[in-house]
């Protein structure tokens, strides 16, 4: 079993940056690969940003290439995403996730679990 809780959401303006960090429970981190979905008010969720179990490849939703980044600590059991030049259509909720198997990164049904979530709000 993986816990995990997503922090660093908050009420920003456009262009102004964000760090989200998600915090998982246990000694088996390292095994999984983790991913960052998100989800608007009336939408589905949908595929931010994935990194491998290692940290050593990085998977980006196109609208965010180049603004936001994906990274992760094993030593501290943490993912971060560090997200710059916000816009207003980044206004969701923000759930981190973690993958034991070997799916797709870009589908939630790859994730074996997932925190609560974590409010971004970008405001115009």
């Known amino acids: 079993q993986v816990q995990l809780v997503e922090s660093g959401g908050g009420l920003v303006q456009d262009g102004d940056s964000l760090r989200l960090s998600c915090a998982a429970s246990g000694r088996t981190f390292s095994l999984y690969a983790m991913g960052w979905f998100r989800q608007a008010p009336g939408k589905e969720r949908e595929f931010v940003a994935a990194i491998s179990r290692l940290g050593g490849s990085t998977y980006y939703k196109d609208s965010v290439k180049g603004r936001f980044t994906i990274s992760r600590d094993n030593a501290k059991n943490t993912v971060y995403l560090q997200m710059n030049s916000l816009q207003p259509e980044d206004t969701a909720v923000y759930y981190c996730?973690?993958?034991?198997?070997?799916?797709?990164?870009?589908?939630?049904?790859?994730?074996?679990?997932w925190g609560q979530g974590t409010q971004v709000t970008v405001s115009s």
């Open positions: 996730a973690a993958a034991r198997g070997g799916g797709s990164y870009y589908y939630t049904v790859s994730y074996d679990y």
